[in-house]
Nanobody
Framework: QVQLVESGGGLVQPGGSLRLSCAVSGNIFRLDTMAWFRQTPGRGREMVAVIDSGGNTDYQDSLKGRFTISADNAKNTYLQMDSLKPEDTAVYYC??????????????WGQGTQVTVSS
């Protein structure tokens, strides 16, 4: 069974940086995308960044230039967040899309990690 575990969240001052990690365990037949989402009570869940199996990336427009998504050969995914602002405060989730078999697509979410930007 594939599982995602996020880490790296915490409390940071405005202007600071954090690096989130998403560790993937289990066997994946085919991995298509890894993405980071965030959720707050007021904004709901929104896509932050996504990276596909070819290394192509996309970002929420308002976050371009401050956030960077990357992945390693073990399919672990990272989100580097710089120049953090109080409005970046949210629970950040990692999401994987892919296939568990030739005709079995799935979507898996991590449990989330809290990021709080405050002085």
């Amino acid at each position: 069974q594939v599982q995602l575990v996020e880490s790296g969240g915490g409390l940071v001052q405005p202007g600071g940086s954090l690096r989130l990690s998403c560790a993937v365990s289990g066997n994946i037949f085919r991995l298509d995308t890894m993405a980071w989402f965030r959720q707050t009570p007021g904004r709901g869940r929104e896509m932050v960044a996504v990276i596909d199996s070819g290394g192509n990336t996309d970002y929420q427009d308002s976050l371009k230039g401050r956030f960077t998504i990357s992945a390693d050969n073990a399919k672990n995914t990272y989100l580097q967040m710089d120049s953090l602002k109080p409005e970046d405060t949210a629970v950040y989730y990692c999401r994987l899309t892919g296939y568990s078999g030739p005709i079995s697509p799935y979507e898996i979410w991590g449990q989330g990690t809290q990021v709080t930007v405050s002085s």
